[in-house]
C-alpha cells in the first residue's frame, strides 16, 4: 500500500496546472464561438483536481485494495447469498452482440430476446411454475409486481375485500416493505421456538380480507417450512394466492420446486442465486413466475416465441401495466444464463446441496464456542445467537463481548464478517452463509479463526472491543455514518 496517497482525497493530491492528458489543438475555435455565442463559454474555473495520471492510477488502485469482495476473500454474509462469480459470465455479458439500444426493434434484436426467453423458461422449470418475466429490477421490485399479480387476480374476479397479506415475522424488510408500497396492509403471523411458521396462529387470521400470504423457503433463518403443503392449502381454502420469496433458492436448485408445494407467485434474485456481483447495492434482477392461468397479470411487454420461430414483444390487456423499462436488467439475465448453461441441468442440483452441506459443517464444527439458539439440520445458512457464555457471551452481564466485537475482529484476519443482528429473532444474531463455491480449506481457516476469536473474547476481550486493529480504517461510529453520511466530495 502507498501510504504517501493513503486516505487522501483525489483534491489532496491535486497540484494547479498538472495534467494527465493532451488534446489535440482545437482547429476549429472560431466557429464554435460563432455557433454557440459568448454566454456558452465558462465564467469561472472548473473545480476538478488536477493531477497526473500515475497519481491518478495509483489513487483509485489503492482505493480498490481497501474494498472487500468475494474476489479477494471469504464473504459468509447470510441472507444475501455471496457466491463467487465465475469471470466467464462478465465476458460473455459484454459480447458487442449484446450491446444493443433497449428500443431497437424486436426483428433487430432475435438473439437477446431468445436468450431472455430461454432463461425465462429455464427458471419455470427450476420454479415448477407456468411462466416468468425477467423484468423487475430487484428481489424487493419482484416482490412488489408478483403482489401486483395477486392483486390483478382478485380484482380480475371482481374480488375488491382482499385488502390483506400475511407476513411471518420472520420475514425480510422487503416484503412488509414491497406489501404497504403495494397498497396491502400487513397482518403478521408468529414463528415457533423452533423457527417456523405458526400453524395454530395462522388459522385465526385467515378470511375473505385476505389476499394471500408470503412465505421464504428456505425462511431467513435457514430452515426449511415443513408444513408448506398444510399452509397452502389452507391460505387457498379461504380464497387466497400462495406468494414464495424466492431469494433463498440457491440451496432448492434442482431439489425441489416452489410450484410443486403450492406456491402460485414468485420471485428470484438472480444476482444472488444465479451469480451477479451485487455488493454495494446492485445491479439486480428480481423476474417473477406464476402458475398456470395467471401468465396474462405479468408486466407488460411479455416475450413471445412465435410459431414461426421467431421472438416478439406483446402486451396483454389484462396485464398489471409495466413495471420497468424495457426488459430489465439484460446484463445480469446475460449472466444468468451463462451460469445456467455452464453448471447445465445435472450440475444445478449440486450447487444446492453442497451450499446446505457447508453451512451445516460450519454449524457443528463452531458449536462448541458459539451459542446455537435452533438445533437442527440447516439448509444454505443458520443463525448463532452470538458466543457461549464461558466465551463472554452472556448478554445479560454488564461486561460481554457482543456479535459486533466478533464481526469487527474477523475482518483483522482477512474474512468479512457474517450478517449481524438479523434476523431480529435473537438479540445477538450472527447470520452465517459460505455457499457452494467455498473450498474446504476456506471453510476449515473460518472456523479456526473463529474458535481463536472466541478464545480471545475470554482472554482479553478489552482487545476486541477495540478491534479491528489492522484494517485501513479502525472502528467506526456506525450511529453517525448513518445520521451525517458524506457522500460528495468537495473541492478544500
Ligand atoms: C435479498 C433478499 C430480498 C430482497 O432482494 P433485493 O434484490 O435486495 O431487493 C428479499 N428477501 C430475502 C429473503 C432476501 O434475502
Redo the contacts with the bound molecule.
Sequence with gaps: MNREHYGKLIFELSQPGRTGYSLPKNEFEEYSLIELGEEALRQTETLLPECDELTIVRHYTNMSNNNFGVDTGFYPLG??TMKYNPKLNEELCQLPGFNLHPATPAPYAQGSLKLYDEVQRTLAEIAGLSRFTLNPF????G?LTGLMVIRSYHMSRGDMARTKIIVPDSA?G??PASAAVCGLQIVEVKSLADGTVDVEALKPLLGPDIAGMMM?NPN?LGLFETKIPEIAKMVHECGGLMYY?G??LNPMLGVCRPGDMGFDVMHI?L??TFSTPHGGGGP?S?PVGVRKGLEQFLPNPQVAKDTDGTYSLHCDAQSLGSISGFLGNFGVIIRAYAYLLSLGKENIPMAGKLSVLNANYIKQSLRSHYKLPIDTVCKHEFVFDGLLEEYGGDHHAAEHVTTLDVAKRLLDYGFHAPTIYFPLLFHEAMMIEPTETESKETLDAFIAVMKRIAEEAKADPAMLKSAPHNTPVRRMDDVKAVKEPKFTFKAL
Excluded: F
Design positions: 441472507s444475501c430487484a428481489g424487493a421490485h416482490e425480510h422487503t416484503n421464504t431467513t420469496d431469494a433463498n434474485n444476482h444472488k439486480g428480481g
